[in-house]
């Protein structure tokens, strides 16, 4: 008879978790046996931290569309391990989190040592995750652990995509699945099939003709598109009608930025453009957009104007649709399956001209192909000059990881992506730290592929160590460390009144030689193109400590002026 370990292992393969980050400890520990016996099947990516973990099973989830695992102890998971649960749970990413009670073989009730059941005098691992997940279920018997992953796997990839949770009591885990196991336990198959409901043809027909009468319609197109790998086929349709698309951070660059009906990402850090072509929109629709407060300029309300604007929002979720906004229609449905049927019904084109024109001249106006390039101090480069190397060195088979902090600032106002579908983002939190682990999911995922992480200091130094895993599995990422010795955009905004924000230096070159991989340092701004090719040529993962000017600051980039 399988253990519950063995048979969790089976339970996660069999529904498509074929990959899981850790840093193991007790019931974890106790399951890697069975991770052992079934390594030609399931890849077991050791971290250095639980944070780490969640970002890189985040991100995993986010680029593949398929739950990844994360695994680990009860009181870290669900404390530094939230993070990338949290990130998954606000950006809708699919994740498994496999975890555990911690209270050895059953001593919850007798004294606290790591407890986690929620016993007196413990804490609750099943409390600290149900509010971050999708999906959360406590299992104390064999049988419902198995059954647990399975509606684990089922909640997390049924969309709206999210975390969900197995909380495993840790006596469990070593314990035998009783054969009849009662309740009968199931193959996953039967639970995981799906048939997406389609949007309503009525109400589609219905936005092809508020489209086609609109002198200025704008796609807001927000994480759902992504989601949707609907990228492509939004360009496609807009590019024959000629309809404006603005984006959200999570949704920047999934159509190209260059291309003549992209304005750029909307928000306070976004593009200037992209704001006022909504502004000045007759129509907007809104697609798989949750219109969160950072790309609404926090509900401008001189940018959308209910009632005066006819809005549209088309979302996955019936909730979601006149969420933050009233709208004039609302349409339940996947972003890709929408725009497929709007493209099957089709629009009129003769607009296509004036309306182009009018994004054109806003464009112009605002100097959307301008990339301002403020001077940096002698020796260090400013933000716009790091913004301006990785924008001649992407290509299509770039994928560029974005962090925190006035650098991150200055590449969302600045860069324009010109591939789609290449930038990651932690687009739900904003969180620090993010894009070093991000950067190394995503290489592992597709080897084939260049990545480059962009993340200051601060943000670089929390998650660093993973350095030492893409040395371990040979994942050879290009970090671009923005590093001006403190919290940029947090001094920045401080002013004169300058308290917890500059950090003593740090030389990342070195930290990178320190666990194996290469480090190289940056003082002018002529020199980081050829340090990005040249990096980008080594056989391991390589830092780019890049001095920034202090002084440089993210104001330039912020768009804060009337509409
Ligand atoms: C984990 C976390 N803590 C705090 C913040 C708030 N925050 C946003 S940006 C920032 C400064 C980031 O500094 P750094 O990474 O060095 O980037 P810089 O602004 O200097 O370019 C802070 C503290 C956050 N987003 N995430
Ligand atoms: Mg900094």
């Not at 495993?168 to 885990?173: A, G, H, L, N, Q």
């Not at 104007?305 to 019936?318: A, H, K, S, W, Y």
């Not at 917890?500 to 991989?517: I, K, L, R, T």
């Amino acid at each position: 008879m399988p253990k519950t370990n063995e048979a969790v292992v089976d339970a996660m393969i069999e529904g498509g978790v074929t990959r899981g980050f850790t840093l193991p400890g007790l019931g974890i520990t106790w399951s890697l046996p069975a991770f052992h016996a079934r390594r030609d099947d399931f890849d077991v990516v050791l971290c250095r931290s639980e944070w780490i973990a969640s970002i890189m099973a985040q991100t995993v989830g986010r680029l593949t569309g398929r739950p990844a695992a994360l695994m680990g102890q009860g009181p870290w998971l669900s404390t530094i391990g939230a993070i990338g649960i949290l990130e998954a749970h606000f950006a809708g990413s699919p994740m498994l989190v496999l975890t555990e009670t911690s209270d050895y073989d059953g001593y919850g009730q007798m004294g606290v040592y790591q407890t986690m059941t929620g016993d007196y005098g413990g804490a609750d691992a099943m409390t600290a995750l149900r509010p971050i997940t999708k999906y959360a279920t406590y299992a104390t018997t064999p049988e419902e652990a198995v059954y647990g992953v399975q509606m684990g796997i089922k909640h997390a990839s049924l969309p709206r995509h999210g975390p969900s949770a197995v909380v495993m009591k840790t006596s469990i885990i070593r314990q035998e699945v009783p054969e009849p196991s009662k309740p009968v336990l199931y193959p996953g198959a039967g639970y995981y099939s799906h048939t997406p409901a389609r949007p309503d043809r009525a109400a589609v027909e219905r936005l092809a003709s508020l489209i086609d009468g609109a002198a200025r319609p704008v796609v807001v197109a927000g994480n759902g598109v992504l989601t949707a790998g609907a990228g492509a086929a939004l360009q496609a349709l807009a590019e024959r009608a000629g309809i404006a698309v603005v984006t959200s951070y999570n949704a920047k660059g999934v159509i190209s930025e260059t291309a003549e009906v992209a304005a750029g990402m909307l928000g306070t850090w976004g593009s200037p453009t992209a704001n006022r072509v909504l502004a000045e929109a007759d129509l907007v629709v809104m697609i798989g957009a949750s219109m969160g407060p950072d790309y609404t300029r926090f509900r401008d309300p001189a940018m959308i104007r209910p009632g005066e604007q006819t809005l549209v929002q088309i979302d996955i979720d019936p909730r979601n649709a006149g969420w933050v906004y009233p709208v004039d229609l609302a349409i339940t449905g996947d972003a890709g399956d929408a725009l497929a049927m709007l493209s099957e019904i089709g629009l009129a084109d003769s607009a296509r001209e004036s309306r182009l024109a009018h994004v054109r001249a806003i464009k112009d106006r605002t100097d959307y192909d301008v990339l301002p390039r403020p001077e940096a101090r002698q020796g260090t480069v400013h933000h716009a000059d790091v913004v301006a190397a990785i924008q001649r060195f992407l290509g299509p088979d770039d994928f560029l990881a974005l962090d925190a902090g006035a650098n991150r600032i200055w590449t969302t106002f600045g860069l324009r992506m010109p591939h789609p579908d290449r930038l990651l983002v932690p687009g739900g939190t904003g969180v620090m730290g993010w894009a070093p682990p991000a950067a190394a999911a995503a290489k592992l995922v597709h080897p084939d592929k260049r990545v480059t992480c962009l993340a200051g200091d601060g943000g670089f130094m929390m998650t660093a160590q993973v350095l030492s895993t893409c040395v371990q599995r040979r994942l050879p990422v290009v970090f671009v460390v923005s590093n001006n010795d403190g919290l940029g955009m947090v001094r920045d905004n401080l002013g004169k009144a300058r308290l917890a924000v500059d950090f003593a230096p740090v030389d990342f070159a070195m930290m990178a030689e320190s666990m194996g991989a290469r480090g190289m340092r940056v003082h002018a701004p002529d020199a980081l193109s050829d340090a990005l090719a040249e990096a980008h040529e080594a056989e391991g993962p390589v830092v780019i400590d890049v001095q920034v000017d202090p002084d440089a600051s993210h104001h330039r980039a912020v768009d804060n002026a009337p509409l």
